[in-house]
């Protein structure tokens, strides 16, 4: 069965049990302060666990990308090695949200495994929950019953909560979970061990391919667990596993999914798969990477020296280095897999299709750049080698090639095995550990749970239409880090606070009581859908009604610089093209910064365009049009873009002004006019085919216009207030060019002369021309005068002191005959004469020079300098 049918069965499988079938969401996280990844099924879908939404649909079924390379869940040093764990994988998952419960998730997914998929009973092994003494829990018994039903006893195994019972994270919804494994061993195998002895032991052959997890707990800050009202169906589906096993292949890499990725790397590489264990590894590394770095920066997530970023960048930078060791590719070559990858995988999701180019060049210019570093890492490391006494290399110098310079430790400590040396592996692991230690103090934080004031999960934003309002706070908590101390979260009933969002800050202002008494808000952000505003204390009496006001001044500004930027995305799409795509935006009260993506710097031309066309809209006086919670379908048809980053059970809102439509959930001006003026402040490239433009609005305009405008006149009270101030500056830069020219050929004369002088002051000691003297001419015009009478005199030995702006100099020329044949050596010379001047220098045999702070001492050079030729 190919890949994509097995997808679609699964699919239209829980589709017939009602399941409503919705597109994956993003994979790149950015509105959650806990993950930066999608790395399982239900993180899409936590505000649904948390109670913090309510779903469209109660029953739902998906295929979810995810990916397991930071945090909580950390695959990535095992893929390549072993055939069965991804960086990105599929997650195929149905969902119960408050509504089906253990027994039908249990019956449905033994009824598609076996009945719709085929798979023979005999492979099969499930577990269930064996209890908790810590957690006070039993065994999952309800779970073992069902289970009963549909397979022998001695195939259902109980486990431990490392195994079978699954947790958000410290806190959260968490519930037991049964997994599902396959043992696809020959029958030989089979015969010399059981197939229940080797689940979760890490066998190759026998693994888990689905994990159904019945949430029915919350844990709280203390750890102790609370019974959830509504229960929820969590499940998950490794779909490269599953489709292992209906391909009946015995390695995720020789399915569909994989097969044609590998042909093109053993192509491109002339590399075999099969033939030797180390190629391998790196052609399912590239493989799996690929695949990796290409959905994230489909999904916006370009490589960077941050955050979610900077583990796209590692991971790319991990297949480079494998295919750079292994597969001797030391020119880029994994852009070229993005062809293949958007051919198979374009169906299922478009984006890769749309943005292909992008990906490729992204993933070209990173291979380069690294290639780069790789190799002057090798340069280092053999430099460090020469330097090594004995042959341990140090751990503190592998470390700071690491840290400083990129180069990876795993190829260094390849490289120094090659080279007969050894890597003092633990002091390099002591440089590792003391730097984690140093970032884990900055970043410790710790969460209180929540108190609770007011229980009311319904909290409405209001902050579109006013800025004021009369507010009560429902709940709050105290979060400590070494970073900011203390600070609290407090909640709303309802709030003109917008939260962070969208890439528009986080409104600021304050909470009034009756008194007067003010406490200030000093950021507003979103967690699960929640707006939290961030205070340095709590207000005195907490469950009184408080005035909340949000800074109106700072919030206008931020206002007029979002519209704005949906104006200027316009006008790149009308001047450029519509190849042009938002990739990033940021919207602060000062200005604002808007990437894109584009090929060429934007031409002088280009800028006007832009900048008149947005300007043009500002004169208009278009009046804002907006459509709140208006389905996907509706927004659309209204002109608006469709965009990657919405995910299931969204409605959207509708942003226009004029033309421009965009789904946007920020906040605007009533009317362009408010904006006054639009004013770009700089162009430039931020990755390979993205641009990136800063802009000003509104009163920055002003401030940058005034600044401007001071500047100028302070220029002209410099040049005297002249009535053309322009002319006036060009008759100076004439002025100047024509004075310049005038000493340059002063100086030659004086150089013409100064030179006849020294001629006549040569004097023969042992056969040696010599003079050493002070003149009156700078570094160059020496070093000319020095290299004319070289030409013309054999056995001249020249020592020239000035003194220029209260600095010593001294320069000494030698001949070359006297250099070759008689071992002097001008740099030794004026090392030595140095000393007099306070001062030290350096050249070549022949010529060499020395700067000193010590004019003074120039005649006691020149005499001592008598010394080398006597
Ligand atoms: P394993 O123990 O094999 O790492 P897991 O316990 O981490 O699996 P879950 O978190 O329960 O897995 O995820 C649900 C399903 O997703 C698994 O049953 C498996 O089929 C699949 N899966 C998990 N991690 C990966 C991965 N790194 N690559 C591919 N599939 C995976
Ligand atoms: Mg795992």
């Known amino acids: 069965m190919k890949s994509q049918e097995i997808r679609s069965k699964f699919l239209s499988f829980f589709e017939n049990k009602k399941h409503a079938i919705v597109p994956s969401a993003p994979m790149v996280l950015k509105d959650d302060p806990t993950l930066m990844f999608v790395n399982a099924g239900m993180v899409p879908f936590k505000e649904f666990f948390l109670g913090n939404a309510e ?370 592996e633990n002091g390099f692991k002591k440089e590792l550990q003391k730097q984690k230690d140093r970032s884990r103090a900055a970043s410790e934080m710790s969460t209180d749970d929540w108190t609770i004031l007011i229980d009311d999960s319904d909290q409405e934003f209001i902050g579109y239409d006013t800025l004021e309002a009369n507010v009560k706070i429902t709940r709050y908590r105290k979060v400590t880090s070494k970073k900011e101390g203390d600070m609290y979260q407090l909640v709303f009933n309802l709030t003109p606070f917008y939260a962070e969002g969208g890439g528009q800050v986080g409104d600021k202002g304050y909470l009034e009581d009756a008194h007067g008494d003010v406490v200030y808000i000093l950021d507003t952000k979103k967690e699960n859908n929640v707006i939290i505003h961030f205070t340095k204390n709590l207000p005195e009496d907490i469950n009184k009604t408080f005035k909340a006001v949000v800074d109106a001044k700072q919030r206008h500004r931020t206002e007029c610089n979002h519209t704005a930027t949906h104006l200027l995305h316009q006008a790149l799409r009308e001047v450029l093209g519509t190849h042009v795509e938002q990739k990033g935006s940021a919207v602060h009260s000062k200005y604002l910064r808007f990437d894109f993506s584009h090929f060429a710097k934007l031409t002088v031309e280009e800028l006007r365009d832009v900048e008149n066309f947005v300007n043009a809209r500002i004169d208009g006086k278009l009046p804002l049009e907006e459509k709140r919670n208006i389905p996907m379908e509706e927004a659309i048809a209204e002109g608006a873009m469709a965009l990657f980053g919405e995910k299931y059970g969204d409605t959207v809102r509708a942003v226009r002004f004029g033309q421009s439509v965009e789904l946007c959930g920020g906040t605007h001006v009533k009317n362009t006019a408010d904006i006054w003026h639009f004013k770009i402040v700089s162009e430039g490239a931020v990755a390979a085919g993205i641009r990136r433009i800063e802009a000003i609005t509104n009163d920055a305009v002003k401030d940058f216009y005034h600044e401007n405008n001071q500047a100028f006149f302070e220029m002209k009270d410099l040049l005297n207030n002249p009535k053309e101030p322009i002319k006036a500056l060009q008759n100076l830069q004439e002025e100047n060019t024509s004075l310049r020219k005038q000493i340059e050929s002063l100086l030659k004369d004086k150089a013409k002369n100064i030179k006849r002088e020294l001629k006549n002051e040569l004097t023969n000691v042992n056969g040696i021309q010599f003079l050493a003297k002070k003149v009156d001419l700078d570094a160059a015009g020496i070093k000319d005068v020095a290299f004319e009478l070289g030409n013309q005199f054999n056995n001249l030995f020249l020592l020239l002191g000035t003194e220029q702006n209260g600095k010593a100099l001294l320069s000494c020329y030698i001949s070359k005959d006297l250099v070759t044949n008689k071992q002097f050596n001008a740099v030794q010379v004026v090392r030595e004469l140095g000393k007099y001047i306070q001062g030290g220098g350096g050249g070549q045999p022949f010529f060499a020079t020395a700067g000193g702070k010590n004019p003074a001492g120039i005649e006691a050079a020149l005499i001592a300098a008598q010394e080398f030729v006597k």
């Open 55 to 424: 779903p469209k649909n109660q029953r739902v079924t998906d295929t979810q990308k995810c990916l397991r390379v930071s945090g909580k869940h950390n695959d990535l040093e095992e893929v390549g090695y072993d055939t069965y764990h991804h960086t990105l994988f599929e997650m195929l998952g149905n969902w119960s949200f408050g509504d089906y419960f253990k027994e039908e998730a249990i019956a449905w997914a033994w009824e598609l495994l076996t009945e719709v998929y085929g798979i023979d009973k005999d492979i099969l092994y499930v577990t269930v929950f064996e209890g908790d003494d810590e957690d006070g829990l039993p065994m999952d018994s309800e779970a073992y019953d069902f289970w009963k039903k549909h397979i022998s006893e001695d195939r259902i195994l109980k486990g431990n909560k490392k195994d079978n019972f699954w947790e958000m994270g410290d806190q959260g919804p968490c519930g037991p979970c049964s997994e599902i494994h396959v043992d696809i061993r020959s029958a030989e195998e089979k015969a010399k061990i059981d197939g229940k002895d080797l689940v979760n032991m890490d066998h190759p052959q026998v693994v888990e391919i689905w994990n159904l997890v019945f949430i029915q707990f919350n844990r709280k800050a203390n750890g102790s667990l609370e019974s959830l009202p509504n229960k929820h169906i969590d499940t998950g589906m490794g779909f490269e596993r599953l489709c292992m096993v209906l391909q009946g292949v015995q390695s995720n890499y020789d399915t569909d999914v994989f097969t044609p990725i590998i042909r093109e790397v053993e192509t491109i590489t002339n590399k075999d798969y099969g033939k030797d264990e180390k190629v391998d590894i790196a052609i399912r590394v590239i493989s799996d990477h690929v695949r990796a770095v290409a959905f994230s920066i489909a999904d916006g997530q370009l490589p960077s020296n941050s955050g979610a970023g900077y583990v796209i960048r590692r991971i790319l930078r991990r297949a480079v280095r494998y295919g750079f060791t292994f597969l001797d590719k030391k020119e880029p070559f994994i852009y070229r897999l993005v062809d293949v990858l958007s051919e198979k995988m374009g169906k299922a999701f478009p984006e890769l299709k749309s943005q292909k180019q992008l990906i490729e060049n992204v993933i070209k210019e990173e291979e380069q750049s690294f290639l780069r570093t790789l190799e002057q890492g090798l340069i280092l490391l053999n430099r460090i080698v020469e330097e090594t006494k004995d042959d341990i290399v140090s751990g503190e110098k592998a470390f700071e090639l690491y840290d400083t310079y990129g180069f990876p430790i795993d190829l260094t400590s390849l490289i120094l095995s090659e080279k007969g040396y050894t890597l003092d």
